[in-house]
Nanobody
C-alpha cells in the first residue's frame, strides 16, 4: 500500500510557482527526515531539499536555494515543497522520501512516493 503520495505537479511557465505536497499514510513523519528528490529523463535522481519533522531544520541543494522552501504541517501529516521562480531546468519527476537521518542521496531512504511530474516550459 502507498505510504507517501505526492501531488501538485503540472505544467507551469518559467518564473511561475507550484506547491508540491506529500501526504503520509500508515505512519507519521515524527522522528524522520522528509526529503524531496527529482529526476529528469536520462539523469540521476538528485537531492532537492530535506526537513526534520520534529525540529523543522532544513537543507537545500544549491540549485534551488532562495527559490524553493520545504515545510511541514503536522496536523495534515504533510510535507510541502513551495517552488518559486521556476526554470526549465527544474523540469523533472519530483519524489518525496523518508529517512531516519539527514541524507542528501537517495540511498538509505526507506520509503518513496510515486512521484509527480513538474514541467517548466513556455
Amino acid at each position: 500500500q502507498v505510504q507517501l503520495v505526492e501531488s501538485g505537479g503540472g505544467l507551469v511557465q518559467p518564473g511561475g510557482s507550484l506547491r508540491l505536497s506529500c501526504v503520509a499514510s500508515k505512519f507519521t513523519f515524527n522522528n524522520y527526515w522528509l526529503g524531496w528528490f527529482r529526476q529528469a529523463p536520462g539523469k540521476e535522481r538528485e537531492f532537492v531539499a530535506t526537513i526534520n519533522w520534529t525540529y523543522g531544520s532544513a537543507a537545500y541543494a544549491d540549485s534551488v536555494k532562495g527559490r524553493f522552501t520545504i515545510s511541514r504541517d503536522s496536523a495534515k501529516n504533510t510535507v510541502y515543497l513551495q517552488m518559486n521562480n521556476l526554470k526549465p531546468e527544474d523540469t523533472a519527476v519530483y519524489y518525496c522520501a523518508r529517512s531516519p537521518i539527514v541524507r542528501t542521496r537517495p540511498e538509505g531512504y526507506d520509503s518513496w512516493g510515486q512521484g509527480t511530474q513538474v514541467t517548466v516550459s513556455s
